[in-house]
Each structure stands twice: as structure tokens, then as C-alpha cells.
């Protein structure tokens, strides 16, 4: 799926083999562990598929699922259990949820654990779920439907501080377990709404009131608050998946898409074949703020960042309205973009990276609107104010226009397009060297038709930062040619590789 790529911070060797080689001997190049690594899984994989297929090697410990790399860590009890998986795998086909997958030793002893939950045994019964990619909105409604068919939900917390993440207290820890492993990996919708799912450090959530954001399904009696009274725009695409059922959207989205060898298959008695989501609402999100169009962005570096490269970055996660420079406190910006929900996107995908030195913290302004109150003269000349409402540059102005972005974390690896023939590996190289940035090391051009106006392809960096900077740079220069009527814009996105 061009939507999907993992947001995980553990580091592997690369893999010395490639499906369809002999894994023979080359996979005891890595000493053995009884962590084991696990390519080429089909896109609705979810944790107790692999547990089905390969618990026959011995007891399974630990599953991190690395859903957008379509791999997955498999920590076994023993590094004998762990060398029957991978020499298994080395002489004949081991199928996963139907389809084969291949193996080798992790470089890791030990899969880290996020929270200290360290595993099942903990006798936690509440679950952690990062929503990755959250296109539509997440709701204590969605995350009901969703969980409680297997396994009797009690209480529900949404929060965003690091994008869109949620609570889910269940009603055993073996409906926990349970939920883990059907759900660990799957989309809500097909594409998007991924859920990374680990044990909380909580156990037990403290809940009161029930909304949008929470909810105590053990005391139906707590009355939902006022609602605050936030602008209120439409979200890109509609206030509900299935106002686009027409265009791609909506019923073309299963709920779920779990694949039929799974333990816990959800079955249309169930579940179904779509969530219905409550209209977006200005209530109180659970960190205190009322929902936002507007993000804060600080830590930006003062003589390299400005409107138009705040614009060149942001605009990969939804229109983007205004920017504005605060003169109060320097390093920081607010921006407003189309809705409240691609805030939330520019939050999960942007909080922390790193830029020109610099690590940005994106989060939601307490301000509803951007006033151009106050301008003044950056570092560089430019305005500290600039309104991008008009421009053309802007990629979610229709629902067709949004359905073909790639919406990608930051990687090392650029996409570009609407290119004219004629630029050359050597040109963007040049490029990158007249702006002060970093340049790539690997370069890939797609085959374009012959009747094509335009090239496209793949620029790899040395690393995720480096990218990210040229990027915020060279996202809409424009490429003039000689005898040229109009200049090239050339674009940029990252890509779903994440190497060439």
C-alpha cells in the first residue's frame, strides 16, 4: 500500500537476503538471537497471524509489528526456537496469513519494550494504540467498535501528544491479550488508520466524562460536557468516510481487513462492514485543548526557516492557509491548515524531527484562526506573515486532489515529479549545491510514456534528516528551461521506499 510505512525507532541491519534467494547459509552471517526478523508479509498481516504460523518453532515471547516495512520481530524463548524458524524458512516455504515470508537473525538479543509492560504476564488489562496515518477521525465511538467485539471494553481515553494515541482498558487481561493480537498491525480503514498496538504502563483508567475523547462504559451516567465553541471546518475528505462512497471512499475502505486465517477474525455478526463516525465535534480534546485548525510550530532555526519553507514541508499533510512568524517568541510559527485533522497529521508525522539543527515541536495553538497582526522582517528579508490560501501549490483543495497524496512519515528517501525531460542527475545535484543543502547520494528515474511533459522518480539521501531539509528547500522551485514558455514546479514528498 502506497500509504503504509513503519514509524519504528528500532534499527535493523540491513537485510543481507532478498526474497526468492536461498536463505541457506547467508543467514548465520548474523549470530544467532532469539529475536528473529520477518520480511515480505502481506499488507493485512496482524500479530496473531504470525503467532499461528510459527509457534510450531517453540513459545513465542514478543511480536513487534512494523506494519508500513510489511516486517515484523518475532521474539522467541529460545535462540533454538529462533534457529528451527530460520532454517525452516532457509529450506522450504513458510506461508503467513497465505503468503510466503522470509527470515534471518535481528541484531537485536531482545526486542526493547516500550513501556514496562514487558509482556503478557504483566496482567495488564489496558492497551496503548497509536493511530498511524489517522486520515479520518478517531473517535471513543470508532475505537469501540472496533475492540469490543473481541473482547468487552470498559474504558476508553483518546489523547494527542504524540499524534493520535488511545487507552483502552478492557475487561480481563485475556481480553487485552486478545485484542492485541487481532488488531495489532490492521487498518481501520484500508490504507490508513493503522494501529500500533502495545501494553499501557496504566492499569486502570481514571475516566470522567463521557465524549468523543472518552469514555466509561461501566457508568453511562456521566453527562457529555458543553461543547466548545471552536471553528468548526469540514475535514478534507468529509465528515465521515462514507460521504466520499462515491469517490474511493467509504464502503471501498473495509473496516479491518483481517486476513481469514486469523485466530480472531471478526465476522460480519460482529462487526460492521462500516464504522458510522459522529460528526466532528469542537469538544474539549483530552489534553484540555478544543480542537484546532491551527498548529504551533518552535524550534525553527531563525536564518533558515521562513513562510514559504514552513508552507513547503507542512503542505505534504493538508492546504495549508496561512503562516505566521511570532514576534513574541522568537524560533516559533503558527500555522493554519484546511481542518483540525490535518493538524493532527502534521503532529504525528513532524513532532521531534530534526531540521537545520533544530528539533521541531508541533502541537495543537489554543488560537482558532491566524491574524496577520504584527508583521515584521525575518532573518532572511522576508515576511514573518504570508497567505498560501490561493496558491496552487496547496494538495488537498478537492477529495480527488487528496486521494492521491502519499501521506509518509519523514525518510530518506524523496520523491519527485512533474520534472521537464530534459533536467539531468547532474542538474538536481547542482541544485541542491546552489541552496545550501545536502545532496543525494542515489538517484532513480521512473520510466515515463513517450508522450509524457514530465519525468518523476526517487532521490535517496544519506539519512532521514538530511532529506527532510532538502525537501523543506526545493519543494516548488521553479525549473526554468531555455526557450521555455512557463517554468517547471518541481515537487516533492517522501517516499514510500525506504532505500533505493
Known amino acids: 500500500s502506497g500509504l503504509r510505512r513503519s514509524s519504528e525507532k528500532i534499527r535493523e541491519?540491513?537485510?543481507?537476503?532478498?526474497?526468492?534467494?536461498?536463505?541457506?547459509e547467508d543467514s548465520h552471517l548474523i549470530s544467532p538471537s532469539p529475536v528473529v526478523h520477518v520480511r515480505g508479509l502481506c499488507e493485512a498481516v496482524v500479530e496473531a497471524d504470525l503467532i499461528d504460523a510459527l509457534k510450531k518453532f517453540g513459545p513465542i515471547c514478543y511480536v513487534m509489528m512494523m506494519p508500513f516495512k510489511r516486517q515484523a520481530l518475532v521474539e522467541f524463548s529460545s535462540v533454538e526456537s529462533a534457529d528451527r524458524c530460520v532454517s525452516c524458512g532457509a529450506k522450504e516455504p513458510v506461508y503467513i496469513a497465505g503468503q510466503q515470508a522470509y527470515f534471518n537473525y535481528s541484531t537485536s538479543k531482545r526486542i526493547t519494550r516500550p513501556t514496562n509492560a514487558d509482556n503478557p504476564n504483566s496482567g495488564n488489562k489496558v492497551l496503548l494504540l497509536s493511530i498511524q496515518n489517522p486520515l479520518y477521525p478517531i473517535t471513543t465511538d470508532v475505537l469501540y467498535t472496533v475492540c469490543n467485539p473481541i473482547g468487552s471494553v470498559l474504558r476508553i481515553v483518546i489523547f494527542k501528544r504524540n499524534g493520535i494515541q488511545a487507552m483502552v482498558e478492557f475487561e480481563s487481561v485475556q481480553c487485552a491479550q486478545k485484542a492485541k493480537a487481532a488488531l495489532n498491525g490492521a487498518d481501520i480503514y484500508a490504507g490508513c488508520c493503522t494501529l500500533k498496538i502495545e501494553y499501557a504502563r496504566p492499569t486502570r483508567l481514571n475516566v470522567i466524562k463521557n465524549d468523543n475523547e472518552s469514555w466509561d462504559y461501566t457508568k453511562p451516567y456521566l453527562v457529555r460536557r458543553e461543547r466548545g465553541k471552536g471553528r468548526q471546518k469540514q475535514a478534507i475528505l468529509g465528515e465521515h468516510p462514507s460521504a466520499y462512497a462515491d469517490n474511493g471512499y467509504g464502503l471501498a475502505c473495509p473496516l479491518l481487513p483481517l486476513t481469514s486465517n486469523s485466530r480472531y477474525k471478526l465476522t460480519s455478526v460482529d462487526v460492521p462492514d462500516m464504522v458510522s463516525y459522529p460528526l466532528p465535534q469542537s469538544s474539549p480534546s483530552y489534553s484540555g485543548h478544543a480542537p484546532s485548525s491551527v498548529a504551533m510550530v518552535s524550534g525553527l532555526h531563525p536564518s533558515k526557516m521562513n513562510c514559504t519553507r514552513i508552507f513547503n514541508l507542512f503542505c505534504l499533510y493538508g492546504n495549508i492557509e496561512k503562516v505566521k512568524f511570532m514576534k513574541s517568541v522568537p524560533g516559533t510559527a503558527l500555522v493554519e491548515m484546511g481542518d483540525e485533522y490535518a493538524v493532527?497529521?502534521?503532529?504525528?508525522?513532524?513532532?521531534?524531527?530534526?531540521?537545520?539543527?533544530?528539533?521541531?515541536?508541533?502541537?495543537?495553538?489554543?488560537?482558532?484562526?491566524?491574524?496577520?497582526?504584527?508583521?515584521?522582517?525575518?532573518?532572511?528579508?522576508?515576511s514573518s506573515y504570508k497567505d498560501f490560501a490561493m496558491t496552487r501549490n496547496n494538495r488537498f483543495s478537492s477529495a480527488g486532489q487528496a486521494s492521491k497524496n502519499i501521506i509518509q512519515p519523514p525518510s530518506a528517501v524523496l520523491h519527485y515529479y512533474n520534472v521537464p525531460p530534459c533536467i539531468s542527475q547532474d542538474q538536481l545535484l547542482k541544485l541542491c549545491r546552489e541552496h545550501d543543502v545536502p545532496g543525494f547520494i542515489k538517484f532513480k528515474m521512473f520510466d515515463a510514456k513517450p508522450s509524457s511533459k514530465t519525468i518523476s522518480g526517487l532521490l535517496e539521501f544519506d539519512s532521514k534528516t538530511e532529506a527532510v531539509e532538502a525537501l523543506t528547500v526545493l519543494n516548488h522551485y521553479q525549473i526554468r528551461i531555455p526557450n521555455g514558455s512557463n517554468p517547471y514546479t518541481l515537487k516533492l514528498c517522501f517516499s514510500t521506499s525506504s532505500h533505493l
Open 13 to 24: 541491519q540491513p537485510s543481507i537476503l532478498t526474497p526468492g534467494h536461498d536463505n541457506g
Open 344 to 382: 493532527d497529521r502534521a503532529i504525528t508525522h513532524l513532532n521531534s524531527i530534526k531540521l537545520f539543527g533544530k528539533r521541531l515541536n508541533v502541537c495543537v495553538s489554543k488560537q482558532h484562526a491566524v491574524i496577520p497582526s504584527q508583521v515584521f522582517e525575518l532573518e532572511d528579508g522576508s
